[in-house]
């Protein structure tokens, strides 16, 4: 036991969550599973590589709350580039990103003017995001009831701009830049507190090169969500917790996945408060602002309340119309492979092509990251991805899972974590933008990337 664990909390911690993973696992394989060969043989390497890096976090978790991981950034560790270099640099990317995907758009035909080609996006999310930032929540039919599973912040910035004068898509548009130029500057600031400069920006490269990661300069809600998730952690990181507790509110009422951000927030103040006895007070309010983040989602809650009369009316809509309910990540990988295997034979092989195995390729990439950085990330970090991939992948009709990954904040330092050779980040990055392509590809020849 000693040679496996450091402690005692961490075998106890370990152990209990390899039991508990196990239980949930065997439950699935033996009681409610449905899935096919190759279903049951990617699940079953899932919960491999989601046990290794859980294992490898647990040691990091035992020595952070211990003091054996420095708390705070150390004076100059964000000096380097400067931060309209990285706006700047940012803009110019999403500018041409958006020019890419507007272009093919026209390329094939699309008619009109910027608000005109920008409007076929509402063949995705962005048609009930744009419907709620002109007409609000409303009862009073179908498809505004369908309105109500999408968070309000992004709706109601670009109703801000809307409500000045500028036409509707073309504003939701901007805010989507803006928020990812500024997203972009305070990751580069977050991962300059733990990570040399030169590998905190070529970590940066990956916010345009990822498969998906477009959807964070079009008109949808993902560069929002991000940038309050990052502000949030980085606010935590500097010791401005009534503030971090602000943003994180901010991120739960953007997003259902934003009120993750409470696991991180939490962690870091417990290590405050226990690695400086000394502080005790302040260590007490700062665990108290954690529970700020709650406040975004009692704001969604109040509005299901306000408009349906019942607060938790999005589970239901959700359930009705999307399939969708609670359940576990492996069981989301299986339906997806079965999916797309299954589809490949006509007249679905598009489908498979452009929705079930993109799906797959980015949870499984994403899961063999965290295998291999789950030991170097910080425990905050870590735990942010646990819980992320936990509820993340947990929808039993997962559809978006490349657009929910992208955006997921951990994914970014664990990228870091990687320490590659020149050589093979150069790979990555080509391997990267290759995909990244093809999924632009598929996207705008209308097939379902969501």
């Known amino acids: 036991m000693k040679k496996l664990f450091e402690t005692k909390a961490e075998a106890w911690i370990s152990s209990l969550g390899l039991l508990g ?4 696992f065997l439950h ?14 990617l699940a079953g390497l899932s919960v491999l590589l989601f046990a290794w890096g859980c294992l490898r976090f647990v040691r990091q978790w035992m020595r952070f709350w211990s003091g054996k991981t420095a708390l705070a950034p150390e004076s100059g560790t964000e000096t380097g580039v400067a931060l ?3 706006a700047l640099l940012s803009l110019l990317a999403a500018l041409l990103e958006l020019a890419l995907i507007l272009g093919l758009r026209a390329w094939m035909g699309d008619p009109g003017g ?7 996006f509402a063949g995705v999310d962005t048609g009930n995001y744009m419907d709620i930032a002109r007409c609000w929540y409303a009862p009073s039919s179908l498809a505004e009831e369908c309105r109500l599973v999408f968070y309000p ?3 109601l910035l670009t109703r801000g701009l809307y409500l000045l004068g500028m036409e509707l898509y073309t504003a ?3 805010v989507a830049l803006v928020f990812y130029v500024l997203s972009n500057c305070v990751l580069y600031r977050l991962l300059c507190l733990d990570y040399p400069e030169e590998r905190a920006r070529s970590v940066m490269k990956y916010t345009v090169l990822l498969p998906a990661a477009f959807f964070f300069v079009v008109p949808m809600s993902e560069s929002v969500f991000f940038f309050w998730c990052l502000l949030s952690m980085y606010l935590a990181r500097k010791r401005r917790w009534l503030w971090a507790g602000a943003a994180g509110a901010l991120a739960a009422f953007a997003r259902s996945l934003g009120v993750l951000v409470f696991a991180p927030l939490l962690f870091e103040a417990v290590a405050a408060w226990i690695c400086e006895p000394e502080r005790a007070r302040k260590g007490a309010f700062s665990v108290a602002c954690c529970f700020l983040v709650l406040l975004g989602l009692a704001g969604y809650l109040w509005i299901n309340a306000r408009y349906y009369g019942d607060s938790f009316k999005y589970m239901e809509v959700e359930a009705e119309h999307w399939g969708q309910q609670m359940g576990l990540f492996f069981r989301s990988v299986a339906f997806q492979i ?3 295997l299954a589809d490949l034979q006509q007249p679905y092989a598009l489908k498979s092509l452009g929705l079930w195995f993109p799906n797959v390729l980015w949870i499984m990439a994403a899961l063999m990251l965290f295998a291999l950085t789950g030991g170097k990330l910080r425990a905050s970090y870590g735990v942010w991805y646990i819980v992320y991939v936990f509820f993340a992948l947990a929808p039993t009709y997962l559809i978006s899972a490349p657009r929910y990954l992208v955006a997921a904040v951990p994914v970014y330092p664990a990228l870091a974590s990687l320490k590659l050779s020149k ?3 150069r790979a990555l990055a080509l391997l990267c933008a290759l995909a990244a392509l093809a999924y632009i590809l598929a996207f705008v020849n209308s097939l379902d990337v969501f």
């Open 172 to 174: 939701g548009t901007l």
């Open 338 to 340: 079965d999916n797309a």
């Open 423 to 425: 050589g093979l980040d």
């Open 21 to 24: 993973l196990g239980a949930l």
């Open 153 to 155: 912040l992004y709706p």
């Open 84 to 86: 309209w270099k990285v």
């Open 114 to 120: 910027l608000e005109a080609r920008l409007r076929w």
């Open 28 to 41: 699935w394989r033996l009681v409610n599973n449905t899935a096919n060969h190759a279903g049951r043989l």
